[in-house]
């Protein structure tokens, strides 16, 4: 059975569950949290989606520096109520998998998409001849600009 975090956490500690599995590590890499905007605007407010790319990638890198303690108290005004040693403990469970669970780059791989879709048409949420290829939703050149100048060098 599956468990969202940090229920899954609360559940271990109190003995109730062990943690089998990481359904990321045996998924692999999935984009599963992504940003849409319709073409026309996009056109229209360049300048806007550029820097909401660039923030994203400053967060990611922010990320991958940061400590596990960093992260948890970067997240604990959003999680009220829940304790600081908890969002560690799933930081740590997160990073400690060995797979791609946390993204580093803005950018939407082609196998993260297709992988994306193909839980998608398992879950009976999107029919199979209705995937899109990936040039037709993905703008790459937003996520490369971002990756060239919004990162410290």
Known sequence: MAFSTPSTENLARAGRI???????????????????????????????????????????????????????????????????????????????????ILSETPEISRTGLAKLQEVMIIGGVLDPSKTVPYEAIVAAESAVEAQRTALPK
């Not at 599995?21 to 849409?36: H, M, P, Q, R, V």
């Open 18 to 100: 062990r943690v089998l599995a990481s359904i990321g590590k045996e998924l692999g890499a999935a984009e599963n949290t992504d940003f849409f905007a319709k073409k026309s605007w996009v056109e229209k407010n360049r300048d806007v989606a550029q820097q909401f790319t660039n923030a994203i990638a400053r967060a990611q890198a922010w990320m991958k520096a940061a400590t596990d303690a960093q992260i948890a108290a970067a997240l604990a005004p959003h999680f009220p109520g829940l304790l600081p040693d908890i969002t560690v403990d799933v930081i740590k469970r997160y990073r400690g998998t060995g797979a791609p």
